[in-house]
């Protein structure tokens, strides 16, 4: 198609073999040659800058994501840091990554520039647990709260039903052992470095863990193991920083602190509800983060009218209140697919 509008010699049979989005194109009648040509060029240039196979026509630079009903859209990935006091939102951020696994540090640091200081907490889901996240967290010296799979699926009550999967399994921080539903140790035995695909990414490291003797003699084997296994194996990716943060989503004390992010989930249900972010038509990667950054806006001028209601002081600087409130509290970090 980019040799056809570039004044090339194309066979028609060429042109009728088009996959169905370069048809539609070049039957486009509300748009000039020139302009279709513009947008073929745009088009290559994500190939190559992104590596991928399939670029939407109708936003080049908007991406194929999962939804949560396990559809594929065309669409950005958003996060949003609030925080859980003031229900404020302290920031955006709109990315083309399908998934939110190295964005913490890019919504964290857009959220300390738009409020001017550091929380003492910041709060974030599972999918944010990597090396990424915590060597951010270290060297800005702010207390990460994020949980693993194990305790958010523990949570809401939602480990695996079988008593032999690996959700039953207890770490024993000391000890660096596992140990099993049938009160058996399984110890550390060897750790392995996973490459990362991405040489900018930091490798994965896994832990392995078993008792070949206790798995051996063990009268439940039948019920833990498959038929070819001749003992368990637990697998456990992770660094010592992963390690020390699990530990520390232990203790009572973080569990508490991190529950108050359930206070925040209001601005989404409102984007979502009054809002309607999801049916607005908006492309373009700038102009998408232009749209949600105005919705936020407009919630956060709302948001700060109620607190203003709320704390029944008409007087009171709003701006300094929310200043002064924003230093004691935590970020929350949340995403959703727009």
Known sequence: LVDYYEGR??????????????????????MNDEDKLELLYGIETQFTFT????????????????????????????????????????AINVTQNPTDYYE?????????RNIQTKPKYISADTIYLNQISLSYLADKKID?????????????????????HKDHFEYDYELDAFKCPENQYMHFFAKYIEPHKDPEK????????NNYGACKNCSARNKCLTGKQTHKTITEYG???QKAMNQKMEKQEYKDEYAKRSSVEGPFGIFKEQFQIEKEVVTGMLRTEERINLDALAYNLIRLHN?????KNTKEDLENFCESTSIKNQLKLNVTIF
């Open 9 to 30: 010699p194309i066979k028609p049979e060429s042109l009728e073999k088009l996959h169905k989005p370069a048809q539609r194109l070049l039957e486009k009648k509300d």
């Open 51 to 90: 590596g991928q196979d399939r670029i939407p026509v109708n936003d080049i630079e908007a991406r194929f994501m999962k939804g949560k009903k396990g559809n594929f859209m065309v669409a950005y990935n958003i996060q949003s840091a609030v925080d859980y006091d003031t229900k404020l939102i302290c």
């Open 104 to 112: 913490l540090p890019n919504i964290a640091e857009r959220a300390i």
């Open 144 to 164: 990460g709260l994020i949980p693993n799979r194990k305790q958010s699926k523990e949570k809401i009550g939602k480990l695996h039903e079988n008593p032999y």
């Open 202 to 209: 930091p490798d994965k490291i896994k832990r392995l863990y």
């Open 239 to 241: 660094s010592e920083m």
């Open 307 to 311: 607190i203003k209601q709320e704390i």
